[in-house]
């Protein structure tokens, strides 16, 4: 019998320091802690309002992978990702898995704590 996956989080902790501008540090990773980095939130002020508005009342339980919305999500998580994930906070990232398969655990579960989701005003997911 196969036994099943143990998975580890990675915390990121995000914090506003101003305007468009937030700090992002690993609290808790299987690859350890790491330092703060900056980054610019890059979308303008109304693009993350059209944005929040288009995809926050999904009229289908299920959107299919052609869907506009989806579409729309991906690009935003694209964007995000690499205004986010840079320097000591995307090494932590990478290797994160890399020790996880040492340890025989599954892939890193990216959590974003509850300040995240204030900081930056956007539904993120909470939890693995």
């Given at each position: ?26 609290v808790d ?93 956007v539904p ?5």
């Amino acid at each position: 019998m196969r036994k099943a996956l143990t998975y580890e989080n990675f915390d990121v902790l995000l914090e506003r320091t101003s305007g468009r501008t937030y700090r992002a540090r690993v609290v808790d990773a299987p690859a350890g802690e790491a330092a703060r980095v900056e980054f610019t939130l890059p979308f303008e002020p109304l693009e993350l309002e059209n944005f929040l508005l288009r995809i926050g009342q999904p009229r289908r339980v299920v959107r299919s992978v052609d869907a506009p919305e989806t579409t729309a999500i991906k690009v935003f998580g694209g964007q995000l990702y690499h205004a986010l994930f840079h320097d000591d906070v995307r090494v932590s990232l990478e290797r994160s898995p890399q020790r996880n398969r040492r340890q025989r655990r599954g892939a890193a579960a990216v959590r974003h704590p509850g300040a995240g989701r204030v900081a930056l005003g956007v539904p993120l997911r909470s939890g693995p």
